[in-house]
């Protein structure tokens, strides 16, 4: 039998939380602040490029399970499970900031059933549950933490596949009522106290951030040395200890979580007495990454990039999504913009520059003629449909017969024999 839940912000995770446990058959109202994205919603238009996430919500809206309301208020009346997915910004001084979830946890206080169970699915410095206790004001309903693993691109797939479902309360009955949602997925269900759920969170983030700074070093050891990276990390993977996930080198780290988390990790870590080095350093390697990147295109323009036209594919912070946040595409682009490159881009993801995040890139709806001419062809993201593209025709159309590839995505050998110059990452 499902339960009834209210999911307050209806964002990537929101929306994907919602939508998937009204397909595990609870019955789901979600609550927004937007009118015309509650509008929207309510019609199964999905704002987000999320496989999978249409086909949700359409069948939870058609079987009754999934609906949309204005304001959390208005959501929580009788559900017994709310959970807080609301964005947790990176405040000015790296913390992150907490006020929409204190707002919301303000707004729905007084509408809670008694002993409904308040479950924060953001991701939340260690000792957040408390501070939500706090402004929800009521001592007969319970705070529980239980962060998501959802990567942008595969955010159903990683909800319905989870490795782990981890749940953080001071309260054994409620941590086991939440437990009861996932019943049917597969992984390991563990329950913990909120401070360690909260900071299993933040900690796997790190990690993973720190394996991807550490083989973007390597990356830079192998060229030095002249080793190719893609054999030294499948020669690295092979130990069942390391793995080959999150080993792929690149342009760097981005997106709406690492840099966010990284940053707050450091600041929860010396707020509470510990400097953290390591992490400092994995940050610090990542933006070395942008400018490692970017002086690849500078050497092949020639050494300057004054009136110099370069071509990019890729503007998205990774495949599969349409998400431009903290793309490292964008930095390593604005670095070109900034000593007087012209940028013509390409992304399957991104129709137009009408994003002001895109402003002096032209975007093209063809990655041919975002390359016609240009100096140097950039790759930025590892969009699939780039490896199926014709160099014979790009040989014909671009400027220079140069292309670096910050993702080793392409044919390197057969790039070579068209005559073209190629640089990648930890290979050349
Ligand atoms: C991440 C975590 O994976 C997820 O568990 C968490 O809930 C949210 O943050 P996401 O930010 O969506 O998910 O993307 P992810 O696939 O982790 O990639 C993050 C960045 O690392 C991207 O810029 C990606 O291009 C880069 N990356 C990833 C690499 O450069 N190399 C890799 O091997 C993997």
Redesign the pocket.
Known sequence: MGSKIAIIGTGYVGLTTGACLSHLGHTVVCADVVPEKVESLSRGEVPILEAGLDDLVHDGIAKGLLSFVLGAEHAVGDAEFIFLCLPTPQGADGAADLSFIKAAATDIGPHLQPNSVVINKS?VPVGSAGEVEKKLGRDDVFVVSNP??????TAVT?FLNPDRVVIGSTDEAAAKRVAQLYVELPGETLITDPASAETI?YA??AF??T??SF??AMAAVCEEVGADVSDVVKGMGLDQRIGN??????????????PK?SHALVRIAENSGYQFGLLRQVIAVNEEQFGRVANKITRFAGGTLEGKTIAVWGLT??AA?DDLRD??ALNIINRLLEVGASIHAYDPAVPDNSDARLTGIDVFTDPYEAVAGADVLAVL??WPEFKELSFERVAEVIGTKAVVDARNLLDRDGIKDLGFEYDGIGRS
């Open positions: 991701t998501e693993f959802l990567r942008e691109g990683d969170k796997s983030n993973l951030a394996k991807i083989v973007n996930r999150f080993l792929i080198p690149g342009p760097g780290w981005g997106g709406s979580c690492f988390d912070f990774k999504t793309s490292p993201t590892e």
